[in-house]
Every structure is written in C-alpha cells, then in structure tokens.
C-alpha cells in the first residue's frame, strides 16, 4: 500500500489534520481566487449588469458543481475506508467503480440541465434585461460540466489516501492560467461574458489532464487494471447510496440556495451585485472551517476503516474549537474592512451595493464559528458511514430557505436574506450534534457499533 504523510491512522490528532487541511485550505483561497478574478474583470471591464448576470445564474453551475463534488466526496470516503483498512486490491475496485459510475451520473444530469437551462433561468426570475448574457456565460459550463467532476474525482481519490498537496499544486497552476485566459479572452480578444466562461472550461480540463497523468505516474495503488472494472454489487451498492448520499446533500442545500437567490433576484440588479461581492467574501472567509470539516472526512473515513472511534471523537473537538477561534478573528475583521473590499470587489460607487454587502458580512460572520461546528459533524457523519441523517440535515437546510424565500424576504426585503442562514445554522448544528454523539459507533450505549442509519 502506499504510504502518505500525514499519517491520519496513528500519532497525534490535531498536527496531522492541520497538515492535511491546509493544501485543501490553499486549493480553495486559489480556487476562490480565481473565482473572485473573475468578478472583479466583468465588474471593471463588463459593467453591473454582466456582474449581476454571472450572479444571478451562477447558482445553476454551482448545482452541476456540487452534484460532481458530492458524487466524488462520497466515493471518496468508500476508497478513503478500503485505504484505511490496508487492502490494495479493494482500493482499486473502489476506484473503477468510482469511475463508472460517476460517468454515468454527471453525464445524466449534465445533458439534463442543458435541455432545461432557459426554464431554469426564467424560474430563477432573473431580469429579462441581463437574462442572455446569463444563459451566455452559464451554457458552455454545463456542457462541460464533466470537467470539474473529473478533476472532483481525481482530487478526491488523492485525497482519500492522505494526499491532499498534489491537488493543491495542480489547482494552484489552473487557477493562475485562469485568470490570464480571462483577461485576453475579456480584455484583448474582447469576448464578453463568454470570455469568463471558457477560459474557465479550459483550466479546468488542464487540471484534469495533469492530475490523470499524476496519478497513472506516481499513485500505481490508484490505477485499476482491467479485471477491477468487474461488477462487485456489495462494493457499487456501497458506492452508489454513499455517492448518492453526499450528492442529495449538496444539490438540496443548493436548491435552497437557488430559491433564495430567486427571491434575491427580485430585489434589482444593484442588490444582485451587492450580495454577490458578500457572497464571494463570505466564500474566503469559511475556507478555513470548510477545510477542516473536508479533511474531518479523510480522518474520519480512514479511522473508520481502521476502527479508531476514539480517534473520531477528537477530531471532532479539535476541529469545533478551531471553528470558534475563526469565527471570533474574522468576525473582527468583516467589521473594521467589509465595505472597503466589497467597493474594491465590484469597482461600483452604488450605496446600495456597498452597504447591503457590507451588512450581509458583518452580520453573518459571527455566526460561522455555528457553520464549523454544521460541517463538522456532518462531514464526520458521512465518513462513518451514516448516509440517512446528514441529508435530513440538507432538507432543513431546503426547508429553512424555502420559508425565507416565499415568506420572509418578502416582507422584510434585504435583511431577510441576511438573517435567513444564521438561523437555520442553528437549527441545523442541534439535529447534527445530537446524531452524531447518539451514532452507535461514537456511543456504543445507542446500539453498538456495527449498526449504521
């Protein structure tokens, strides 16, 4: 087997799932970075309204997104367990059917929303004056949706076997070529709002390309040979419902997120560019949590397969006490600079666009110490195996943004979109704690620990 450090099976906790977190940490401040590029060349260079159409309709790409990255999350942790375990010939096989059927999931859903992406954008009620350039911008990546599954999936296997810096560095490089094919695609070849689009679908399949060359060079124990592409039903039914599972909970919380920012759209194009300068922001400011909580499921899915809840268990407080130390730093941050960086962000002098994206982060970031301790356990959950609790976790989610986006937003405008997370936050991390210290592997006393939901 192959041997990679950190080392999350034995030692301590706390050293090796800070070493594990941050490349994962970096590969997001780049992803984001490039993310954020993006923004600020439409903003500058394209105008407000090409800015509200990236963000009125971007929420459909992060669907296809959070699908691809559910699916290979939840591959993962099966591939992550069989590493856990020791046994190569298992580890293989869960990497072929990872293949086989990710393909045949992406590929489903991909020409699916393609057939559907004008419905989708008029049920999103975005303004008929920005909604061409949004269907401009979002087709190309849904024909390529395939792109960020495959570099998902590649990461993930990496990552489920304890290497999470090769992925790094390969995000790191798309994400500088990003922003240079952004600027001759936006600023010298002058290609609009499609500009943005394709030189992201092209950094993307680079990022595929090397990490596949990576893996077939340097991580033999992860290249299946012919005989692993066998059908295992045990192995794809475990596959498939732990894939299902990760990705059921990614795509309700963004079905939640897109009938949100329906009801956002309806506020106007300069409340539109507002909150999406936050909402980029808000995406820098979790990554460190948010990385911890990923790396929660490397750690816990591979001492799962070893059978070490007692390891478990103290990931999880490391990490809930990590959560509350960011929230309380950043929370000073948002405060003292909030409206300087969404100015600079959106290269707008709108009031209402500086001062309803200020108020947003200002007022949520005390509140993300709550969204560690949400990831947390639920990403703790998924890597030892409960399949059922964590999605019932995304239903509330669904639930809560449905009631702000029929019912609150409309009466209290604004304000309501900003206090809608933070309370189903809170909803969300009593049902989350109380399972997770009630699983019968983390407490025997609830059924023992060969019993899962």
Not at 78 to 99: H, N, Q, T
Not at 152 to 164: D, F, I, Q
Not at 414 to 429: A, D, K, N, Q, R
């Amino acid at each position: 087997m192959i041997k990679i450090k950190p080392d999350l099976l034995s030692g301590g906790i706390l050293k090796p799932l800070l070493m594990f977190a941050t490349p994962m940490l970096l590969s997001s401040i780049f992803q984001n970075l490039y993310s954020t590029a993006d923004m600020v060349i439409v903003g500058h260079y394209l105008g407000e309204a090409s800015l509200a159409a990236i963000g009125s309709s971007a929420i459909v790409f992060e669907f296809l997104v959070g699908f691809a990255i559910g699916v290979g999350s939840g591959f993962g942790i099966v591939v992550a367990r069989s590493y856990g375990k020791g046994d190569s010939e298992l580890l293989k096989r869960a990497v072929a059917g990872s293949i086989m059927l990710g393909m045949i999931l992406i590929a489903f859903i991909s020409i699916t929303a393609g057939l559907l992406l004008m419905p989708i954008l008029r049920l999103l009620d975005i303004p008929e004056a920005i909604i061409n350039d949004a269907y401009t911008y979002i087709f190309p990546l849904i024909a390529f949706a395939a792109m960020p599954f495959l570099y998902n999936l590649c990461a993930g296997l990496l990552r489920a076997v304890g290497n999470s810096f090769v992925p790094m560095l390969f995000l790191i490089f798309s994400s500088i070529l990003n922003i240079i094919l952004n600027i001759l695609f936006v600023v010298v070849f002058h290609m609009g709002i499609r500009g943005i689009a394709m030189g992201t679908v092209t950094t993307q399949g680079i990022s595929v390309i090397l990490c596949v060359i990576y893996i077939i060079k340097k991580c033999p124990d992860l290249v299946p040979k012919k005989e692993h592409f066998r059908f295992d039903a045990a192995l794809y039914k475990e596959l498939i419902t732990q894939g299902i599972s990760m990705a059921c909970m990614m795509s309700i919380v963004t079905v939640g997120s897109i009938l949100l920012q329906r009801a956002i759209n309806g506020l106007g194009t300069y409340v539109i560019a507002g909150h999406i300068a936050a909402r980029r922001l808000y995406s820098f400011f979790v990554m460190p949590i948010v990385a911890i909580a990923l790396s929660m499921s490397t750690f816990v899915s591979q001492n799962k397969g070893a059978d070490r809840p007692d390891r478990i268990l103290k990931a999880v407080r490391y990490g809930n006490l990590i959560a509350v130390s960011w929230g309380l730093s950043i929370s000073l941050v948002v405060l003292l600079f909030a409206s300087p960086l969404i100015s600079a962000l959106t290269g707008s002098s709108e009031s209402v666009v500086i001062e309803n994206g200020s108020r947003y982060l200002r007022i949520n970031a005390p509140f993300f110490m709550l969204l560690g301790f949400v990831l947390n356990f639920r990403f703790a959950l998924q890597g030892i195996g409960s399949k059922v609790i964590p999605v019932v976790s995304s239903v509330i989610e669904l639930v809560g943004k449905t009631v702000f986006a029929f019912m609150v937003i409309p009466n209290l405008g604004y304000f309501g979109v900003i206090i809608s997370e933070p309370i189903i936050w809170l909803i969300m991390y009593v049902q989350l704690m109380i399972s997770f210290y009630r699983n019968p592997y983390i407490n025997p006393r609830f059924g023992g620990r060969l019993q899962q939901d």
